[in-house]
Each structure stands twice: as structure tokens, then as C-alpha cells.
T-cell receptor, first 114, second 113 residues
């Protein structure tokens, strides 16, 4: 069965420092991969997605992610974190017969210290 | 353009009661999916509907049911509520069945007491 692992429950970075959030997936075929962000009490906002092609994908708010098939990873990165980036981040893989359901990881809570 | 709208935003129910949650997708989107997010966990897939037909079901008991209307809005019903049903219920809409570009609503926070 498809699964997503986010090894880090919490991460704290200083404002202006770089960020990398880890994501590993388990999926038999070429996966559809996503990163979402959730602010407290809010819904999910799509940051970026990977379907095929270039393994480095750019998203909104200055985020990028790299798909590495050999490592079954899809890590999220940002070169310089802003205080407003503090939120919970979820990695997800598209699964099901039509790729119509998202299987999410448990999330990583990002804290930004000034 | 309005995004995905869900109602109500919060509600409190007693164990054993029934609840109905509502979702209106983005205009032009024909697919609606429901997710349950328990505190401290990632969202879990409950249902997907496309063109009023069920296209996917997650590992949830039969107490959970849903439907989609001709205008593509959707309702999620949960019967015989348990304390463990307390969660944020998220609705996502997309143009097609694939989860290629799913947009989420703000969610309905359900508390069962």
C-alpha cells in the first residue's frame, strides 16, 4: 500500500536560514507527489506538485522540491525562511485507481525563530 | 472567484447523534473529496465523488456516507457519532477525478462530547 513518511515531527530554523523538510514515499509506479502547507485552524494550500519530467519543481512562496526515485524521496527546500513560513507541512502521494486520493504523511511542524 | 466553501465551520455534537457537513466546490470543478484530519495527524481520505458517482472510498466504517448533487456540491454524513470522530473534516475539489490539482476548503471542526 502507498505510504508517506515525514521523519521530522518538529523543525526549528532561524529566520533567513535555509530549510529542508524530508519526505519518503512508498509507491509502485511513478508517483504523483505533492507538498501542502497548513496554518493553524486552516485548510491545506498546495505549494507544489510533481507528476513527471524535470525532477526539480518550483512552487509558490519560494519553495522547491526535488524528486529522487532512487531514494524514494521528495524533499522540500527553501533557501531563506521567513517568519510567515511557520506552519505545518504535509507531503502527499496520489494513490488509488485514478490517482484520485491523496495519502498524506503525518506532517512536519516548522517553527521559525527570529 | 470563490474557493472551496465548507459549512458549518465548527459544531459540537453528542455521542450517538448524526451530523451533516456541506461542501461547495470551486466553480467548474466536478470532483469533490472528503478527508478526516485528527489532531496531530495528516488528513485521511474518506470519499471521492465525480459527476455524482462514488469513485473512491477510504477505510472508514459504514457510519460515514456522502453524496454529490447535480450542482456538484456535496454532503458528508456521519451517523452514531463516537468521540473518536472528533476531527477537522476537509473537503477538496478538483476538475477531474485525478488528484492532480486538489484545492481544499477551510474545513469543519467537529467536536463530539
Amino acid at each position: 500500500a502507498q505510504s508517506v513518511t515525514q521523519p521530522d515531527i518538529h523543525i526549528t530554523v532561524s529566520e533567513g536560514a535555509s530549510l529542508e523538510l524530508r519526505c519518503n514515499y512508498s509507491y509502485g509506479a511513478t508517483p504523483y507527489l505533492f507538498w501542502y502547507v497548513q496554518s493553524p485552524g486552516q485548510g491545506l494550500q498546495l505549494l507544489l506538485k510533481y507528476f513527471s519530467g524535470d525532477t526539480l519543481v518550483q512552487g509558490i512562496k519560494g519553495f522547491e522540491a526535488e524528486f529522487k526515485r532512487s531514494q524514494s524521496s521528495f524533499n522540500l527546500r527553501k533557501p531563506s525562511v521567513h517568519w510567515s513560513d511557520a506552519a505545518e507541512y504535509f507531503c502527499a502521494v496520489g494513490a488509488g485507481e485514478y490517482g484520485n486520493k491523496l495519502v498524506f504523511g503525518a506532517g512536519t511542524i516548522l517553527r521559525v525563530k527570529s | 472567484d470563490a474557493g472551496v466553501t465548507q459549512s458549518p465551520t465548527h459544531l459540537i455534537k453528542t455521542r450517538g447523534q448524526q451530523v451533516t457537513l456541506r461542501c461547495s466546490p470551486i466553480s467548474g470543478h466536478k470532483s469533490v473529496s472528503w478527508y478526516q484530519q485528527v489532531l496531530g495527524q495528516g488528513p485521511q481520505f474518506i470519499f471521492q465523488y465525480y459527476e455524482k458517482e462514488e469513485r473512491g472510498r477510504g477505510n472508514f466504517p459504514d457510519r460515514f456516507s456522502a453524496r454529490q448533487f447535480p450542482n456538484y456540491s456535496s454532503e458528508l454524513n456521519v451517523n452514531a457519532l463516537l468521540l473518536g470522530d472528533s476531527a477537522l473534516y476537509l473537503c477538496a475539489s478538483s476538475f477531474r477525478t485525478q488528484a492532480t490539482e486538489a484545492f481544499f476548503g477551510q474545513g469543519t471542526r467537529l467536536t463530539v462530547v
